[in-house]
């Protein structure tokens, strides 16, 4: 479906769904933490399954245009560097949440980890 209309390459089309995606579950996870504070835990889990709704259309065909040509490994370790791609900034800027060295060592693990999975042989 995407794939032959945008002619991007399958990695291309896969990372910028799961980046979107990553965007909404993001928000849909954290932000109430911020913006329903104040409000009863049932309106913030409602307004958030609401949001994951659109993290799902865009997590679906994702994963779906990904599996043509990599494994379900393969797209699990793609989603965790997009998640802490996604997450980072969205801590920092959105949360107002300090920059800890902790996200580099993590980002350099999950690094290797996309060495380990998409390495052949």
């Excluded at 599996?67 to 107002?96: C, D, G, R, W």
Aim: charged residues 10%; glycine residues 4%.
């Amino acid at each position: 479906m995407f794939a032959k209309l945008l002619g991007l390459p399958v990695i291309v089309q896969t990372t910028f769904l799961l980046m979107l995606s990553n965007i909404f579950m993001t928000f849909a996870w954290y932000a109430h933490l911020k913006n329903l504070a104040g409000h009863k835990w049932y309106w913030a889990a409602l307004i958030s399954w609401g949001i994951a709704l659109f993290e799902y259309l865009l997590q679906v065909p994702a994963n779906r245009i990904g599996a043509t040509e990599y494994s379900i490994a393969n797209l699990k370790i793609l989603q965790e560097v997009i998640t802490l791609a996604v997450f980072v900034p969205f801590a920092v800027f959105y949360m107002h949440q300090p920059l800890k060295l902790d996200y580099l060592w993590a980002g350099l693990c999950l690094v290797a980890a996309v060495y380990f999975m998409f390495r052949t042989g």
